[in-house]
């Protein structure tokens, strides 16, 4: 199975800051990488797909870039409901692995 | 509005069983592949199944395969996952999730249920 890292596992952060997270696969799965973020008690929210596609209503301090086995979240100015956790998964297999999440939360 | 609704959680024994159900509306349910995915506490997301559109092909994580079924019911917009041999790793909160574009099952997953929590405990 394909399986997905991600750095850092946390960080913190003030707002306007910018912030940048790592996402790793370790075999290459092309751009079939999406990120999602989740807060507290809620469900995951789809912010990318395909690497670097911003999915409708997304807002575009979000961006993302990379393919093969590296990509890159970035949060261009962060805001303050941008504090929760981000996932990258990939969907080159049926596998469907998510990576085990970065924290980002307040400096 | 676009939406899927979760139900069917709840504590169960080692050993048992459970039907989880994910009601859908505002879209053709028919029309896309699903998954169900889950979140131990305090832990990252898990993929569990997924089911294409019409049924005819079904994926699973190894950590379920033989002990989780994944189905639906098209003429009533409704996901299931039917879970046997629960064991304690199962607890989690668990997730239907809607596939992005539809009949292929390579896409990202667009819209999330709120979830329903699953306890396995004795």
């Known amino acids: 199975a394909i399986r997905m890292t991600q750095s850092p596992s946390s960080l913190s952060a003030s707002t306007g800051d910018r912030v940048t997270i790592t996402c790793r696969a370790s075999?290459?799965?092309?751009?079939?990488l999406a990120w999602y973020q989740q807060k507290p008690g809620k469900a995951p929210k789809l912010l990318i797909y395909?690497?670097?596609t911003l999915q409708s209503g997304v807002p575009s301090r979000f961006s993302g870039s990379g393919s093969g086995t590296d990509f890159t979240l970035t949060i261009s100015c962060l805001q303050s409901e941008d504090f929760a956790t981000y996932y990258c998964?990939?969907?080159?297999?049926?596998?469907?692995?998510f990576g085990p999440g970065t924290k980002v939360d307040i400096k | 509005q676009v939406q899927l609704v979760e139900s069917g959680g709840g504590v169960v024994q080692p050993g048992g069983s459970l039907r989880l159900s994910c009601a859908a509306s505002?879209?053709?349910?028919?029309?896309?592949?699903m998954h169900w995915v889950r979140q131990a506490p305090g832990k990252g997301l898990e993929w569990v199944a997924f089911i294409r559109y019409d049924g005819s092909n079904k994926y699973y994580a190894d950590s379920v395969k033989g002990r989780f079924t994944i189905s639906r019911d098209n003429s009533k917009n409704t996901l299931y996952l039917q879970m046997n041999s629960l064991r304690a790793e199962d607890t989690a909160v668990y997730y239907c999730?809607?596939?992005?574009?539809?009949?292929?099952?390579?896409?990202?997953?667009?819209?999330w249920g709120q979830g329903t929590m699953v306890t396995v405990s004795s």
């Open positions: 999730a809607k596939v992005s574009s539809g009949e292929l099952p390579r896409d990202a997953f667009d819209i």
């Open positions: 505002g879209f053709t349910f028919s029309s896309y592949g």
């Open positions: 075999q290459g799965i092309s751009s079939y």
């Open positions: 998964q990939q969907y080159y297999s049926y596998s469907f692995t």
């Open positions: 395909a690497a670097s």
